[in-house]
């Protein structure tokens, strides 16, 4: 029985695919664990054994890429709960994690972008996640004006030559799609190498010339929100609203929701290939885009991670 297992586990594993994450030259799990929701904000509470099964399960399935953030949580809970896991084996991990905000109350985050601000939040996101070290620091949705703080980035440099960085990053910002493209165009300057956006099926917040730029400056892309926050599951089909406690409800209104249920019914009818159901074919269009390098999906168990790891051996048709 064990020897069994054991077999399973190494076609598990070998299912996994890698891909070099822009310029970093790190090879990251073509599927990351995203962990936005082990801060509460999907309505569900996660203790330290809930993430440890998750975590377990992410091995497994040779996931090796966390992406996580300072405000995930009040006081970087999402952070500590992933410094709970890791500590001990860190080095089989690729941490990312963000800078910017600090989240005051359950659902309010407030900016914090000085060079002194960022300062002690690295160092409290080190403490949190019990490392010496962050592989991807990265911008965390802010402004333009945020962005061109070059005290900020001279600080941020010198953090890198001292070893508490590895790389640069900016996940962007979907509040005005003119940050994105300034951004974009400004990272090499910045030092950045990685950059994380939104983009699924059914909200694209980049369009080709993101792509094609990111491609031709060697600039690894994270792929955010690939479900559209588990729209495109097909579970919530019937729903019309989201629990109040979840912060979905601030983001999809009934209107939003009833469109976004016609497009996946579409997907579902006319582009959903047999025998693939609907979770593991909105990651993979995601990964068919050669640009992308990994996806992040948020998940709620050790069940909805293996289904998740599924979609990296998925070779959508022409």
């Known amino acids: ?21 822009g310029k970093t030259g790190m090879q990251v799990s073509a599927v990351g664990l995203g962990t936005f929701q082990f801060g509460g904000s999907w309505g569900v509470e996660f203790s330290e054994a ?3 099964a998750i975590f377990a399960e992410a091995e497994v399935q040779g996931i090796n890429f966390i992406d996580t953030a300072e405000c995930y949580g009040v006081g ?3 952070e500590q709960l992933v410094g709970s896991v890791i500590q001990g084996n860190r080095d089989k991990w690729i941490l990312a994690t963000k800078f910017g905000h600090k989240r ?17 939040q690295l160092e409290e996101s080190l403490r949190a996640l019990r490392t010496d070290y962050v592989d991807l620091y990265q911008f965390h949705s802010g ?92 579970k919530y089909q019937e729903l019309t609203s989201f629990d109040p406690e979840d912060t979905r ?7 939003t929701i009833k469109k976004f249920q016609k497009e996946v019914q579409h997907i ?16 993979a269009w995601v990964l068919a885009n050669p640009a992308v390098t990994t996806v ?7 069940e909805h991670v293996r289904k998740n790891a599924e979609a990296a051996a998925v070779t959508l048709p022409g």
């Open 1 to 21: 029985m064990l020897l069994h297992e054991e077999a399973c586990m190494h076609i598990i594993i070998s299912m996994m695919t890698y891909r070099k994450l």
């Open 50 to 52: 809930d993430v440890q």
């Open 76 to 78: 970087h809970y999402s």
């Open 104 to 120: 005051i109350e359950k659902k309010t985050n407030v900016g914090a972008w000085s060079a002194d601000e960022v300062r002690q």
């Open 143 to 234: 402004s333009n004006d945020d962005y061109d703080n070059d005290e900020l980035w001279t600080m941020l440099d010198k953090q890198v030559r001292d070893g508490k960085i590895r790389f640069l990053g900016a996940s962007l910002s979907r509040k005005d799609p003119a940050w994105v493209t300034y951004q974009t165009r400004k990272a090499p300057e910045k030092g950045i190498s990685v950059l994380q956006v939104r983009y699924n099926m059914l909200e694209q917040d980049v369009d080709q010339d993101f792509f094609a730029f990111c491609t031709s400056n060697d600039i690894g892309i994270i792929a955010r929100v690939p479900m559209a926050s588990g729209m495109l599951s097909g």
């Open 249 to 255: 409800a601030k983001k999809y209104d009934a209107q």
């Open 268 to 283: 579902i009818d006319h582009q959903l290939p047999a025998g693939m159901d609907m979770p593991t074919y909105a990651l």
């Open 296 to 302: 992040i999906p948020g998940c709620k168990s050790p």
